[in-house]
Nanobody, 126 residues
Framework: DEQLVESGGGLVQPGASLRLSCTAS????????MSWVRQAPRKGPEWVSG????????YYTDSVKGRFTISRDNTKNTVYLQMNSLKPEDTAVYSC???????????????????WGQGTQVTVSS
């Protein structure tokens, strides 16, 4: 079965850091673009960051540029999201997702992604 499993979420104070991990199994991870998508309470999904299959191109939504860094290790079938200087507005469930279609540039639409993890909660509060 195709599977993505996220970890690393938690409750932190504003200004803190977290590192999310997402490990894939059951599909050729290194062939697919990967993204992180978050969903806050009472809001729709928001694409946050993406990385191409080779790991040499990364993309960010404006609100996280300079604070978040996406990376991947294709030898470990894992994608990461390093989140620094966290803000209360970053509070959401963060999910990783895989796009099985070849696109350039990487899609920023959540609907393009067909393999999803269950999500990990990130809460930023004092």
């Amino acid at each position: 079965d195709e599977q993505l499993v996220e970890s690393g979420g938690g409750l932190v104070q504003p200004g803190a850091s977290l590192r999310l991990s997402c490990t894939a199994s059951g599909f050729p991870f290194g062939l697919y673009d990967m993204s992180w998508v978050r969903q806050a309470p009472r809001k729709g999904p928001e694409w946050v960051s993406g990385i191409n299959r080779g790991g040499d191109s990364t993309y960010y939504t404006d609100s996280v540029k300079g604070r978040f860094t996406i990376s991947r290790d294709n030898t470990k079938n894992t994608v990461y999201l390093q989140m620094n200087s966290l803000k209360p507005e970053d509070t959401a469930v963060y999910s990783c997702a895989a796009d099985t279609m070849r696109r350039y540039p990487l899609s920023r639409e959540a609907s393009s992604y067909v393999i999803w993890g269950q999500g990990t909660q990130v809460t930023v509060s004092s």
